[in-house]
């Protein structure tokens, strides 16, 4: 395996990283490379043939590893769950057609998703499971408000669970924008930039 480059290339930043231990540490870094398209930008090698921190970038987006550590930390082997954002469908088929091919047992086969996203998981080979798909909204999809059963209302509250529609969100979203743009504030996210809306489904900012 190949360690970090002698000339490392211009840094790149995320804003949350989530972690793995393996207890085959180099073995899922050559995995990930090969079938996943990661690129291994640091590898730091432990004792005994250990990885003691590696950057997997995939894109934009950065996963850190290592080997398996006798300190009870989390997370454990096999426990973890990646979602990997791609361009386009033929791309997440590609992805897919080379994880079959690889072996990876796939736990959720290609399917287009109710709100329009094409996606599909596979498992790589100590058990974490990495869904891959394009993470898009279909225009004019709207999710249905999430309602509290009869023993959820009754524990905590019969709005526990009410959530507003996302054209009221929107609504307010841009009535606090125009408000902190008057007041010379940073207003509106700048376009293309991505968004969340209370409901939790991503959209993109106008």
């Known amino acids: 395996m190949t360690v970090s480059p ?8 995320t804003d949350a990283i989530p972690g793995l231990r393996y207890h ?29 921190h590696a950057e997997l970038w995939f894109g934009g987006g950065c996963v850190m590893l ?3 550590k006798d300190d009870g930390l989390p997370p454990r082997p096999g426990h973890g769950s990646i979602y990997l954002v ?5 791309l997440v088929d590609a ?22 996203s094409h996606d599909f998981g596979c498992a790589d080979p100590e058990g974490n499971v990495w869904h891959v798909g394009t993470y898009a ?29 996302i054209a009221a969100a929107t609504a307010r979203a841009s009535g606090a924008a125009s408000a902190s743009a008057s007041a010379g504030g940073v207003g509106e ?18």
């Open 6 to 13: 002698a000339t490392p290339p211009a840094p790149r930043l």
């Open 24 to 52: 085959d540490a180099p073995a899922a870094i050559a995995w990930l490379v090969d079938v996943l398209g990661a690129e291994a930008r640091h590898v730091y090698p432990g004792p005994n043939g250990t990885v003691a």
């Open 66 to 68: 290592g080997s398996v």
């Open 86 to 90: 791609v361009g386009t469908p033929d």
């Open 95 to 116: 992805l897919h057609a080379r994880a079959a091919a690889a072996g990876a047992r796939v736990v959720r086969p290609l399917h287009d998703t109710e709100y329009g």
């Open 137 to 165: 909204v279909r225009p004019n999809w709207r999710p249905q408000p999430l309602r509290a059963t009869r023993a959820q209302a009754g524990r905590h509250g019969r709005r526990a669970f009410s959530f507003p529609s």
């Open 189 to 206: 996210p700048p376009i293309g930039a991505s968004a969340c809306t209370t409901e939790g489904t991503p959209r993109r900012a106008s």
